[in-house]
């Protein structure tokens, strides 16, 4: 039996004890899921999942980026030209490596996800891969195993993708026309025709022209068409912007000076600093809309993305080699926050990979400025240890209440309900230290477990 | 009863016993406070404070910060053109939030000045919040209740305030004059006529030469003008410079360097490095005079200062809105430990909001300069997982005999007592930890205890 | 009884017991040193140590550095000029200070060596400081004292040094001559050959060139001398190259670049970042011999060495004064990574003193590439607090399998069991509390032992 009912609690039998009495409070309640990156197709299609290696394998960096790491190769994982096409070889390949992931959060994922929602008692393992393989092939073969039947067996209440400015949203509209009760929302991510270094940038900004009838050869016009997307996006539920940069640089040009600056990226002409500094004066201008439109503004920056140029050329994006790097937010957001951050209607929420942040600025900043929260713990933070460092570094400043609640930011469905259960775990383990310590009594504690678990994060992103 | 006689105690029954036991060797240990920011005219004046919302709320930026970030208007805390001046509708503003302190040391440090000092039995909430204000009212009307009675009810044995080089001390005079056994030492803060870009810096270096005597048009001047105040400080009870500096960094300009640098400075002619440099170089220049003078060198960097243009222009400084920034010493102190790090009278304590530095720079180098000493954690660290990071990161390389001891740093008197207790319970946990972890000895921990609680600060300080 | 037999376990009952069963199965397990600075001199001459100051105090930075930080002279550690000669006197400064070290690790290897090694029951201090200096003088005269016969007591398997590229090994090759059966192995430490900013730089390259019969005047007869040496230095046993650089940078210049580089360098013409440059575009020409050769490259970046001037003119290097800065390896390993990171020969180790980078950088950095090691916990961070800091921020990211295991990187000769033994308590400590918490399972925890007490280490230099 992988899970024990206990796990993730403190040690100290008072505190362990409760510990489990206030999880027991929260570990039914419904599940927000406000950031994620869950396939928009799987919730319009409602199609079944092929088999186990694709739904668990081959798409998720946070799995293949171990094996990659132990010399596995990609072809191996089912990724790349002449990869292995048999997924019971992937799963077996999978499983031969899943010791290496021995107190790694994914073990927790993978352990959960197996037992939990596929019945499965046994650890993965090279001597248990077949019979796993066997029964998790056959439940995706079930109707209770299509997409919306394990958004309702997860007790998802409400989920959001992630979406291009250029995406038709046809498979949200779908979702919609067919009626069924599931709330599946998109987010606005606008990369794609605000980041002057990716490829098709220029083209991209064409499409943009095109779809919305805005002359996106000029700012203005440019301006306009984010404006159009972000209604569009809105109409069909959105009610969140979401900004991958690389740096949390914002800026607040003049004017005349932003249009200059458009002008010269849209004739090729932009200077070494340019795209930079575009990316920057976009997220003020992301802000101003939001503070129009209501959209959350979220901001993901720091990972330094495809660190090996070969691997993105040879198998692509989102391979596990994306690194984070230093980041400051306390100067880069300082042009953001005097334009728009005392209106009381924006809301923007700032995610970290860099934990030094946390208690040095991040906690300062959102326990001051009314627009900011802060986002859970990001990424390879998205971790026991990660979660109690970003507890114990940012709660003393900011509080509870100035935290946008957790999200799991997933492309692995299966792994929703065990990101959820980790982090409800974890945040009532730290409830329950901070009674036995008497830094806050017991039933503030019963009081709060609820907002951790679902109500800040409906109340940041307005759901 | 908001306050539990084992809050802050490690839960480990054991180790509870032992930090218990540390504890109550060191609880009654009289109050040194070697820096902070009471008001000097409290001391010297003793009049009653006016009332519980203008002694609690308004002033203390730690307060207000947090229901700021809430969307509380500054306006219903008292603050700004136009703000309520009842007192009791200010404290009712601040009983309804009071929720929103949950896990963070204002709580801590506001129940027990309620409950200790003003002797409130239930925690601050909507519903208690007349009666609590009825309380400290009446409490305020009391003799017991002036300036010099609670600095002798609380056990202080020294206080030090911090004030700008062109105060006249006039309150410390007065202390002084009055007889009264109280021991309240100035502080020599010269940011005024150190930093170029302060306003008025020119018409301050003007009026430090007109109190000195001193043509403080000329680098020299200038230089026996910050000798004269500094030795006027020393005879009023100083030990002590502080340096609130936004970096670090120091310098060791040639003669002639500095020379020509102040007098660019002088002419308004400054180069865009000038000022950060000129700041730099001071710091240097201060340190020279300790040697001289003898009084303790302070450096508190890293805070920017203000990061909202709008409230600083509405509503003053101090308001919540200083956040920090990412700092290094290792480079920074290299000119200044170069110049004068070896003088066996120089002390210079290093405070740092970037607790990156602990375990990378500062231990490292208070573990071998013998003029650096360790400040105790600052501002945003003054908590209790903030106290906890600092003593598992700094011990180890620092050991305990090159910190400076606890320091209170506030500008709210009646959480004095509440700061120290907390401290106090902290060192004496982790005094027990180290213990019952086999790292130290008992009879060790019980010998440590007091130069955590005083011992320290009295040495550094030459209190 | 200096040494309690739980020391460093966990205080919670149940896990403190599964850290004992732990540990009890690797306690005895053979100390594997793959890095280290023991005085290859020792094993090849094998002489008596001459006195307990010369072998415990006088040579030893973490000492002497905590009692210059309070003020002892170096002289009265028997360092510089005109120091003092009598190690009775020296050993009774050590020991009139030693209370300074409570808390620090510094303190348990001390205590450990003294009890374990030489027999000593009580803590040193000044009433035992005599007795202690008559026992470990009387067993330095027994032959069971010398070095080998150390070796062979701390049950030590392998133990390598550390070497400058023009070192003859003159004493790696008595240690083979003698047909000793202890394997001391050089490591390839280039610096001297490599740094454009270390004294003697050019006349270090005419020795090269003059040793390997290269053109050290010309780049590809430079980089020859290198691949000469790194054979010898193999041929002799080594399995790794280690460098000291300032900075983690790397470079991958194209190839008439980076010639026209070192002519610049050879023609002493550098221009102010050229020394920089030559030493990144030399981690990866390191890296590629490394591809062909097979040693493993140990990057040791971030100490800023000799912070003080004076101290390094009047009493040399490695005195204390190396203080830390911050660091960043993302981008600055991106040129050797994208260079040879996918080569399957390749193993690169990386070490920080900047604890940010561990879960920020470098357990997503070792995380996914092949070729990426991480080193243990280095230097200042070769601690309790420090190892427990390392697991918990780097497990999660990287797992166990990507860390190289632990090394004592000592000189102190006599440290070299208690380091281990420390390195080993925490670990099973860090290990039961995963046990405990339900992240790994306990046949799990007790497979992963061994791997952290030697088993990592061997794997990752190829031992």
Known sequence: MPLHPDRLFPVDQATRELARNIFATIEGAPIISPHGHTDPRWWGEN?????????????????TRMLTSQGVAFE????????????????????????????????????????????????????????AYDAVAEKLAQPEYRPRALYESFGISAIATTDGALDDLRWHRKVRD?????????????????????????????????????????????????????????????????????????????????????DRIRAAKAGPDDAELFRAQMLTEMARMSVSDGLVLQIHPGSFRSQSVAVRNAYGADRGFDIPVPVSFTEALRPLLNAVGLEPELKVIIYTLDETTYARELAPLAGVWPCLLLGPPWWFH?????????????????????????????????????????????????????????????????????????????RAFRL
Request: glycine share 8%.
């Open 47 to 63: 199609a079944p999942f092929s088999d186990p290696a694709s739904l668990f394998v081959t798409p998720d960096h946070y799995l």
């Open 178 to 262: 067919d009626g069924w009760s599931g709330r599946v929302l998109p987010t606005y991510r606008p990369d794609a025709v605000i980041d002057p270094d990716q490829s098709d940038f220029a083209l991209n900004l064409d499409k943009l022209g095109e779809m919305t009838g805005c002359d996106t050869g000029t700012w203005q016009g440019y301006l306009d068409a984010h404006r159009s997307r972000r209604a569009f996006f809105k109409e069909m539920g959105a009610t969140a912007s979401d900004h991958g940069h690389p740096t949390p640089r914002t800026a607040d040009l003049p004017a005349a000076e932003a249009q200059a600056l458009f």
């Open 382 to 458: 998205d971790s026991y240890e990660g979660m109690r460092r970003y507890r114990a570094s940012v709660t003393e400043t900011a509080g509870f209440w100035n935290c946008a609640g957790f999200n799991d930011d997933t492309r692995a469905l299966c792994s929703i309900p065990a990101r959820h259960d980790v982090a409800r775990r974890v945040d009532s383990s730290f409830l329950a230290e901070l009674v036995t310590s008497h830094r806050v009594d017991e039933e503030e504690a019963f009081a709060i477990a609820p907002l951790l678990a679902g109500g800040l994060a409906s």
């Open 76 to 131: 191996d994982m089912g990724i790349g030209r002449g990869a292995e096409t048999d997924p019971r070889a992937i799963w077996r390949t999978f499983a031969e490596h899943y010791y290496l992931f021995a107190g790694t959060p994914s073990r927790l994922w993978v352990d959960h996800a197996l037992s939990e929602v596929f019945g499965i008692a046994e650890r993965l393992s090279p001597r248990t891969a077949d019979a």
